[in-house]
Protein backbone atom coordinates (compact mmCIF):
# COMPACT_ATOMS: atom_id res chain seq x y z
CA UNK A 1 0.00 0.00 0.00
CA UNK A 2 1.41 3.34 -1.36
CA UNK A 3 2.28 6.10 1.74
CA UNK A 4 0.07 8.60 2.63
CA UNK A 5 1.16 11.99 2.30
CA UNK A 6 1.40 13.59 5.09
CA UNK A 7 1.09 17.38 6.10
CA UNK A 8 3.57 19.58 7.93
CA UNK A 9 1.19 20.45 10.76
CA UNK A 10 0.54 17.13 11.50
CA UNK A 11 4.61 16.97 12.54
CA UNK A 12 6.17 18.04 15.68
CA UNK A 13 9.17 20.35 15.32
CA UNK A 14 11.53 20.06 19.07
CA UNK A 15 14.79 20.21 20.00
CA UNK A 16 16.01 17.01 21.79
CA UNK A 17 16.89 18.20 25.34
CA UNK A 18 17.87 14.82 26.62
CA UNK A 19 18.33 11.62 24.39
CA UNK A 20 18.82 8.10 25.69
CA UNK A 21 20.19 5.73 23.60
CA UNK A 22 16.95 4.72 21.80
CA UNK A 23 16.92 7.96 20.89
CA UNK A 24 19.88 8.63 19.41
CA UNK A 25 19.51 5.24 18.21
CA UNK A 26 16.28 6.39 16.04
CA UNK A 27 17.96 9.46 14.55
CA UNK A 28 20.83 7.68 13.47
CA UNK A 29 18.60 4.97 11.59
CA UNK A 30 17.13 7.95 9.71
CA UNK A 31 20.42 9.38 8.68
CA UNK A 32 21.70 6.31 7.87
CA UNK A 33 18.58 5.19 5.68
CA UNK A 34 18.25 9.21 4.09
CA UNK A 35 22.14 8.49 2.77
CA UNK A 36 22.27 5.32 1.81
CA UNK A 37 18.60 5.47 -0.23
CA UNK A 38 17.61 9.45 -1.29
CA UNK A 39 20.67 11.02 -2.45
CA UNK A 40 19.46 14.42 -1.41
CA UNK A 41 17.10 16.12 1.15
CA UNK A 42 14.20 16.97 -1.13
CA UNK A 43 14.17 13.48 -3.57
CA UNK A 44 11.80 10.87 -3.16
CA UNK A 45 12.94 7.50 -2.51
CA UNK A 46 12.36 6.04 -6.07
CA UNK A 47 14.74 9.12 -7.17
CA UNK A 48 17.30 8.86 -4.41
CA UNK A 49 20.27 6.89 -4.87
CA UNK A 50 23.74 6.75 -2.19
CA UNK A 51 25.31 9.75 -1.21
CA UNK A 52 29.07 9.24 -2.86
CA UNK A 53 30.55 11.51 0.51
CA UNK A 54 28.57 8.93 2.26
CA UNK A 55 30.17 6.00 0.53
CA UNK A 56 34.02 7.60 0.63
CA UNK A 57 32.88 7.77 4.37
CA UNK A 58 32.45 4.33 4.95
CA UNK A 59 34.75 2.41 2.23
CA UNK A 60 31.46 1.35 0.49
CA UNK A 61 30.59 -1.22 3.26
CA UNK A 62 27.09 -0.08 4.12
CA UNK A 63 27.11 -2.18 7.23
CA UNK A 64 29.45 0.25 8.10
CA UNK A 65 26.63 3.13 7.46
CA UNK A 66 24.41 3.00 10.96
CA UNK A 67 27.52 3.23 12.99
CA UNK A 68 28.85 6.10 11.30
CA UNK A 69 25.52 7.97 11.72
CA UNK A 70 25.49 7.14 15.49
CA UNK A 71 28.37 9.12 15.93
CA UNK A 72 28.24 12.09 14.25
CA UNK A 73 24.45 11.90 15.97
CA UNK A 74 25.48 11.23 19.37
CA UNK A 75 28.25 13.99 19.24
CA UNK A 76 25.98 16.58 17.75
CA UNK A 77 24.11 15.69 21.17
CA UNK A 78 27.03 16.38 23.29
CA UNK A 79 28.58 19.14 21.57
CA UNK A 80 25.74 20.74 19.86
CA UNK A 81 22.18 20.91 19.44
CA UNK A 82 19.94 18.00 17.80
CA UNK A 83 16.56 18.70 16.58
CA UNK A 84 13.76 16.48 15.31
CA UNK A 85 10.44 16.58 13.23
CA UNK A 86 8.13 13.84 14.88
CA UNK A 87 5.20 11.55 13.50
CA UNK A 88 3.53 10.99 16.52
CA UNK A 89 6.41 9.69 18.23
CA UNK A 90 8.58 8.51 14.81
CA UNK A 91 11.77 10.59 13.76
CA UNK A 92 11.22 11.15 10.66
CA UNK A 93 13.79 14.32 9.99
CA UNK A 94 16.89 15.63 11.86
CA UNK A 95 18.87 18.74 12.34
CA UNK A 96 22.15 19.11 13.88
CA UNK A 97 24.04 22.19 15.19
CA UNK A 98 26.58 23.20 16.55
CA UNK A 99 26.54 26.83 18.03
CA UNK A 100 29.30 29.18 18.25
CA UNK A 101 32.51 28.18 20.31
CA UNK A 102 32.27 24.28 19.21
CA UNK A 103 33.04 22.22 16.79
CA UNK A 104 32.35 18.17 15.27
CA UNK A 105 34.52 16.33 17.56
CA UNK A 106 36.39 19.13 19.76
CA UNK A 107 36.51 17.33 22.74
CA UNK A 108 36.91 13.40 23.74
CA UNK A 109 33.33 13.42 25.50
CA UNK A 110 31.79 14.00 21.76
CA UNK A 111 34.62 11.39 20.23
CA UNK A 112 33.10 8.88 23.15
CA UNK A 113 29.26 9.37 21.90
CA UNK A 114 29.27 6.96 19.41
CA UNK A 115 32.08 8.08 17.01
CA UNK A 116 34.87 5.79 18.50
CA UNK A 117 32.74 2.42 17.95
CA UNK A 118 32.67 3.46 14.57
CA UNK A 119 36.66 4.18 14.14
CA UNK A 120 36.98 0.52 15.56
CA UNK A 121 35.97 -0.53 12.84
CA UNK A 122 37.84 0.65 10.45
CA UNK A 123 40.56 -0.80 8.14
CA UNK A 124 43.64 0.45 7.52
CA UNK A 125 42.57 1.67 4.51
CA UNK A 126 39.83 3.81 5.61
CA UNK A 127 41.56 5.11 8.57
CA UNK A 128 44.63 6.03 6.27
CA UNK A 129 41.70 8.08 4.37
CA UNK A 130 40.20 9.45 7.49
CA UNK A 131 43.24 10.99 9.30
CA UNK A 132 45.75 11.72 6.62
CA UNK A 133 43.40 12.82 3.75
CA UNK A 134 39.93 13.75 4.28
CA UNK A 135 40.06 15.67 7.79
CA UNK A 136 43.19 17.94 6.49
CA UNK A 137 41.38 18.33 3.29
CA UNK A 138 38.62 19.02 4.70
CA UNK A 139 39.79 21.82 6.95
CA UNK A 140 41.65 23.29 4.71
CA UNK A 141 38.64 23.75 2.11
CA UNK A 142 36.67 25.04 5.03
CA UNK A 143 39.27 27.56 6.12
CA UNK A 144 40.11 28.98 2.69
CA UNK A 145 35.94 29.03 1.36
CA UNK A 146 35.16 31.19 4.59
CA UNK A 147 38.51 33.00 4.34
CA UNK A 148 39.56 32.37 7.96
CA UNK A 149 40.53 29.30 10.39
CA UNK A 150 38.10 30.82 13.00
CA UNK A 151 34.82 32.04 11.12
CA UNK A 152 33.57 28.86 11.21
CA UNK A 153 34.13 28.20 15.07
CA UNK A 154 32.27 31.76 15.74
CA UNK A 155 28.86 30.80 13.28
CA UNK A 156 26.19 28.46 13.96
CA UNK A 157 27.21 25.39 11.65
CA UNK A 158 24.68 22.81 10.17
CA UNK A 159 26.20 19.36 10.64
CA UNK A 160 23.12 17.59 9.28
CA UNK A 161 19.95 17.90 7.97
CA UNK A 162 18.03 14.53 6.91
CA UNK A 163 14.79 13.37 5.84
CA UNK A 164 13.86 9.92 6.45
CA UNK A 165 13.17 8.99 2.05
CA UNK A 166 9.78 7.57 2.28
CA UNK A 167 7.40 9.88 -0.09
CA UNK A 168 5.53 9.90 2.86
CA UNK A 169 7.82 12.52 4.05
CA UNK A 170 10.06 13.51 1.26
CA UNK A 171 9.09 17.15 -0.70
CA UNK A 172 6.92 18.17 1.89
CA UNK A 173 8.38 20.68 3.08
CA UNK A 174 9.96 19.40 6.44
CA UNK A 175 13.90 19.91 5.77
CA UNK A 176 12.83 23.49 5.57
CA UNK A 177 10.02 23.61 8.44
CA UNK A 178 12.66 21.79 10.50
CA UNK A 179 15.72 25.02 10.11
CA UNK A 180 13.58 27.53 9.81
CA UNK A 181 12.54 27.64 13.27
CA UNK A 182 16.37 27.32 14.60
CA UNK A 183 17.44 30.71 12.67
CA UNK A 184 20.52 31.96 14.40
CA UNK A 185 21.68 35.41 15.39
CA UNK A 186 24.96 35.04 13.95
CA UNK A 187 25.98 33.85 10.52
CA UNK A 188 25.19 30.39 9.86
CA UNK A 189 27.32 27.76 7.77
CA UNK A 190 27.44 24.49 6.21
CA UNK A 191 29.48 21.97 3.95
CA UNK A 192 27.07 19.97 1.29
CA UNK A 193 28.87 17.35 -0.90
CA UNK A 194 25.59 16.96 -3.16
CA UNK A 195 24.85 19.61 -6.02
CA UNK A 196 21.02 19.26 -5.46
CA UNK A 197 21.27 20.14 -1.93
CA UNK A 198 23.70 22.76 -2.85
CA UNK A 199 21.62 24.51 -5.28
CA UNK A 200 18.06 23.99 -2.78
CA UNK A 201 20.56 25.51 -0.03
CA UNK A 202 20.97 28.59 -2.31
CA UNK A 203 17.05 29.39 -2.70
CA UNK A 204 16.85 29.35 1.36
CA UNK A 205 19.38 32.19 1.22
CA UNK A 206 22.33 30.41 1.85
CA UNK A 207 25.78 31.78 -0.23
CA UNK A 208 28.16 29.52 -1.77
CA UNK A 209 31.74 30.81 -0.40
CA UNK A 210 34.76 30.66 -2.77
CA UNK A 211 34.94 27.36 -5.03
CA UNK A 212 34.17 23.49 -4.60
CA UNK A 213 36.76 21.24 -3.74
CA UNK A 214 36.87 17.68 -4.96
CA UNK A 215 37.37 14.75 -2.45
CA UNK A 216 38.85 11.18 -3.92
CA UNK A 217 38.58 8.21 -2.17
CA UNK A 218 39.53 4.24 -3.57
CA UNK A 219 35.63 4.04 -3.53
CA UNK A 220 34.65 7.20 -5.56
CA UNK A 221 35.23 10.76 -5.76
CA UNK A 222 32.45 13.63 -4.44
CA UNK A 223 32.66 17.53 -4.22
CA UNK A 224 32.24 20.26 -1.43
CA UNK A 225 30.79 23.30 -1.71
CA UNK A 226 30.53 25.40 1.49
CA UNK A 227 27.49 27.99 2.47
CA UNK A 228 26.87 30.80 4.84
CA UNK A 229 23.94 32.11 4.97
CA UNK A 230 23.65 35.49 7.26
CA UNK A 231 21.37 35.97 10.23
CA UNK A 232 17.81 36.97 9.96
CA UNK A 233 17.24 40.40 12.07
Known amino acids: MASTNIE ?25 EAYRF ?5 DTASKGGSDDFTR ?14 RGVVGAQQVGGENWVALDNDKIVAVAGWYPPGRMLFDNPEQMNAGWGAFAEKW ?3 LGDWWMNYFLPRYAKATDAALGSP ?22 RGIATALIA ?6 DMCLESEVEANTAMYTKWGW ?17 MWVLLKKPTL
Open 123 to 125: TPE
Open 181 to 186: DTDKTV
Open 150 to 171: DKKKESWHLQMLVVLPDPKYRQ
Open 38 to 42: GRNVQ
Open 56 to 69: ACIADNWDLNLAFQ
Open 207 to 223: EIQGDKTDFESPHGNFS
Open 8 to 32: ISQLVFKKVEQATNDVLDSMAHVAA
